[in-house]
């Protein structure tokens, strides 16, 4: 639930309170034991049904470096990164996430996961040796939304490669900003996380209090992950940043130069929530990647909660551009300790695409408005494909 009287109108159209105004109907149990310390999102394992051609796409055209490869597996960072790795591209015959990795502050915080985690009767796994090339001691876990969570410390360093200009494209990724997941309980997943130690920086609501959608953090920026609601637990996008937006230019410019232009899916353009530039891509094997720049710094305990309401047109696309339907409904696997697909269990709630697709199709409404301009609507309303 949300109440508006709680929140303030800003001039900008959004909504801000000083507290996260979602309220959890069955919220997972908070554990007794202390939570890690989480610093930042630092890896995810993706397995990939091609490792040539998913290197192709990660190495040769976004301009990925690798720190190290075999037969089975590629590992990737970005040009500002000094640990082993940002993204691990393992072979596999279902395409799917393997890990959400994060990077804790101590060692001792390994063993705070392990009681936090227990206590909730999760299954957990610990790895001295750990369970990728480049990470020590660490622990995996199935958390109780289904994801595949990693917490390590021990790290094998890595040159940091900023200040090598010579090897910098007009496209260049610089960081690992954050990942997205797909619940079909936001608020229970924001109730977790918050007990995890995750703050709300935005989030997207109705009148009526449903949430569709939160971004939550660890580092200063507005998300370290977001959960968006749908059919889930799913993987909804990985997201490198840049540092300027002409950056994500480059990049239109080279998919379309390179004829690959099919793997943009949404975008360019500028967000309402967290107010970045950004791109969606899609990689060979229908992994959702996002380039983003130019959020906002969110360190202040006091930080404001910002809360869009669902029926806004530039909450997603700050310009008021559709979204493409693929976006709402696509997503991918995540996987069980054992390297099986989890099952995926459908959303009982409204979804976003939902109440903001009109019935003609692909237009979009807004809230006592018919539906977008015709001369807008584009491509995006059915019978408009070319």
């Given at each position: 639930?949300?109440?508006?009287?709680?929140?303030?109108?800003?001039?900008?159209g959004?909504?801000v309170?000083?507290?996260?105004p979602?309220?959890?109907?069955?919220p997972?149990?908070?554990?007794?034991?202390?939570p890690p310390?989480?610093?930042?999102?630092?890896?995810?394992?993706?397995?990939?049904?091609?490792?040539?051609?998913?290197?192709?796409?990660?190495?040769?055209?976004?301009?990925?470096?690798?720190?190290?490869?075999?037969?089975?597996?590629?590992?990737?960072?970005?040009?500002?990164?000094?640990?082993?790795?940002?993204?691990?591209?393992?072979?596999?015959?279902?395409?799917?996430?393997?890990?959400?990795?994060?990077?804790?502050?101590?060692?001792?915080?390994?063993?705070?996961a392990?009681a936090?985690?227990?206590?909730?009767?999760?299954?957990?796994?610990?790895?001295?040796?750990?369970?990728?090339?480049?990470?020590?001691?660490?622990?995996?876990?199935?958390?109780?939304?289904?994801?595949?969570?990693?917490?390590?410390?021990?790290?094998?360093?890595?040159?940091?490669l900023?200040?090598r200009?010579?090897?910098?494209?007009?496209?260049?990724?610089?960081?690992?900003?954050?990942?997205?997941?797909?619940?079909?309980?936001?608020?229970?997943?924001?109730?977790?996380?918050?007990?995890?130690?995750?703050?709300?920086?935005e989030?997207?609501?109705?009148?009526?209090?449903?949430?569709?959608?939160a971004?939550?953090?660890?580092?200063?920026?507005?998300?370290?992950?977001?959960?968006?609601?749908?059919?889930?637990?799913?993987?909804?996008?990985?997201?490198?940043?840049?540092?300027?937006?002409?950056?994500?230019?480059?990049?239109?410019?080279?998919?379309?130069?390179?004829?690959?232009?099919?793997?943009?899916?949404?975008?360019?353009?500028?967000?309402?929530?967290s107010?970045?530039?950004?791109?969606?891509?899609?990689?060979?094997?229908?992994?959702?990647?996002?380039?983003?720049?130019?959020?906002?710094?969110?360190?202040?305990?006091?930080?404001?909660?910002?809360?869009?309401?669902?029926?806004?047109?530039?909450?997603?696309?700050?310009?008021?551009?559709?979204?493409?339907?693929?976006?709402?409904?696509?997503?991918?696997?995540v996987?069980?300790?054992?390297?099986?697909?989890?099952?995926?269990?459908?959303?009982?709630e409204?979804?976003?695409?939902?109440?903001?697709?009109?019935?003609d199709?692909?237009?979009?409404?807004?809230?006592?408005?018919?539906?977008?301009?015709?001369?807008?609507?584009?491509?995006?309303?059915?019978?408009?494909?070319?």
């Amino acid at each position: 639930m949300t109440h508006r009287d709680d929140m303030t109108l800003t001039s900008s159209g959004f909504y801000v309170s000083q507290e996260a105004p979602i309220e959890c109907a069955d919220p997972t149990p908070t554990p007794l034991a202390s939570p890690p310390d989480i610093l930042r999102c630092a890896y995810m394992e993706l397995v990939v049904s091609d490792l040539k051609r998913s290197r192709d796409f990660y190495v040769d055209v976004l301009g990925l470096t690798v720190t190290e490869e075999d037969e089975d597996a590629v590992y990737l960072r970005s040009l500002e990164e000094f640990i082993h790795h940002n993204l691990v591209l393992r072979q596999g015959e279902v395409p799917a996430v393997a890990a959400f990795s994060y990077r804790v502050r101590t060692p001792e915080d390994l063993d705070k996961a392990v009681a936090f985690y227990t206590e909730l009767g999760c299954r957990v796994e610990r790895r001295e040796d750990g369970f990728v090339k480049g990470i020590g001691d660490s622990v995996r876990v199935t958390d109780p939304l289904g994801f595949p969570y990693e917490f390590f410390h021990d790290v094998e360093h890595v040159e940091r490669l900023a200040w090598r200009y010579d090897l910098y494209t007009p496209g260049s990724l610089v960081r690992l900003d954050h990942f997205n997941q797909v619940t079909p309980d936001v608020p229970r997943a924001v109730k977790f996380m918050q007990d995890l130690g995750f703050r709300v920086t935005e989030d997207i609501q109705d009148e009526e209090g449903t949430v569709y959608a939160a971004w939550m953090r660890r580092k200063p920026t507005v998300h370290d992950t977001a959960m968006t609601g749908g059919d889930g637990p799913r993987m909804h996008h990985v997201a490198f940043a840049t540092h300027e937006k002409h950056n994500i230019l480059a990049i239109c410019d080279k998919l379309g130069a390179l004829r690959r232009s099919d793997a943009i899916e949404r975008g360019p353009g500028r967000h309402g929530v967290s107010n970045a530039f950004y791109l969606y891509l899609r990689d060979p094997d229908g992994h959702r990647v996002e380039i983003y720049t130019q959020d906002y710094y969110t360190g202040d305990p006091d930080n404001p909660v910002v809360t869009w309401d669902v029926h806004d047109n530039q909450r997603r696309d700050w310009w008021g551009n559709p979204v493409v339907p693929s976006w709402y409904t696509d997503a991918s696997l995540v996987l069980d300790l054992d390297g099986n697909p989890q099952p995926v269990v459908a959303r009982t709630e409204a979804s976003e695409m939902s109440v903001t697709i009109g019935a003609d199709g692909f237009s979009y409404t807004r809230e006592g408005e018919e539906s977008m301009p015709e001369w807008k609507q584009g491509e995006y309303k059915l019978g408009h494909q070319v």
